[in-house]
């Protein structure tokens, strides 16, 4: 069988919290002269999997679960406090759409400054530029400085830039739910395409529903450990139980 294109390998992320942040004021008064230590909090504790071309992956969990640091260890966002990375192709992360813009500038010029932060040349982003603009729907916008638009257009216009990036892998943390019924179907749509093409995927969703039916694999987290990895319909079963819901089928 091929190298996977990615594999993680005992790999755990401590975050340090202060006490301090932990604790009501009325504790304060109480115990004025406590001393504020640390509290090391794994956020993600000895995960371990593999992940093979062409595979769409589901990362499911209770909130806090570790998803989102997941996806941005992988994104090398976030470095791991313990364990190995391997990625093997390059990457589109779809985590925080739109910290990326520079919101004195026009939508326009942040076409162009985020095309070449993810890698794509002048040229590129020119010939993508009317596609970019259409799918975002801000076509009588895109000589305004970002400072003025909405939020859903900055996610709308972020997504629509990433899509064009040509990748190996497309990290997904709750993209799929960004604006309005007829965006999220367009883009799950231009997802799906892309991943028709053999590229690989990792879908965060609190939509189970969309896991379900894209996903042929889900990564099932509790309290930063990884509880199920295989078959997306076992490890739902077991998330809705988690959960305490009842599966419908
Ligand atoms: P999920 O995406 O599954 O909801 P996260 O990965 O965002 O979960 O968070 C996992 C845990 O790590 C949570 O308890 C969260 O509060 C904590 N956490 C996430 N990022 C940070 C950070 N930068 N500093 C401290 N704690 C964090
Ligand atoms: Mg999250």
């Known amino acids: 069988m091929d190298k996977p294109i990615i594999e993680v390998e005992n790999v755990s992320k401590v975050f340090e919290i202060p006490h301090e942040s932990r604790n009501t004021l009325k504790s304060y008064f109480l115990h004025p002269f406590k001393r504020i230590g640390k509290e090391r909090f794994y956020a993600l504790k000895s995960v371990d999997f593999k992940i093979n071309q062409g595979d769409f992956v589901g990362v499911i969990g209770r909130n806090g679960s570790g998803k989102s640091t997941l996806l941005k260890i992988l994104a090398g966002i976030f470095e791991p406090t313990k364990g190995k990375v391997h990625v093997n192709g390059t990457l589109v992360p779809f985590l925080e759409l739109g910290v990326g813009f520079n919101p004195e500038l026009t939508g326009r010029e942040n076409i162009f400054l985020n095309g070449i932060i993810l890698g794509m040349t002048r040229k590129y982003v020119e010939s993508k530029f009317d596609e970019i603009v259409d799918f975002a729907e801000i076509r009588d916008f895109i000589d305004l400085q970002v400072k003025n638009y909405s939020s859903g257009m900055v996610i709308r216009l972020a997504f629509a830039i990433a899509v064009e990036a040509r990748a190996?892998?497309?990290?997904?943390?709750?993209?799929?739910?960004?604006?309005?019924?007829?965006?999220?179907?367009?883009?799950?749509?231009?997802?799906?395409?892309?991943?028709?093409?053999?590229?690989?995927?990792?879908?965060?969703?609190?939509?189970?529903k969309d896991v379900k039916q894209y996903c042929n694999r889900v990564i099932l987290l509790k309290n930063g450990e990884v509880v199920y990895n295989g078959p997306t319909g076992e490890g739902i079963k077991i998330f809705e139980n988690q959960m305490g819901l009842v599966s419908q089928e």
Do not use: C, R
Not at 181 to 197: D, H, T
């Open 168 to 208: 190996d892998i497309y990290l997904l943390d709750e993209v799929l739910s960004v604006g309005d019924a007829g965006f999220q179907k367009k883009s799950l749509e231009k997802m799906l395409s892309l991943l028709s093409n053999g590229a690989t995927g990792i879908l965060v969703s609190h939509n189970i």
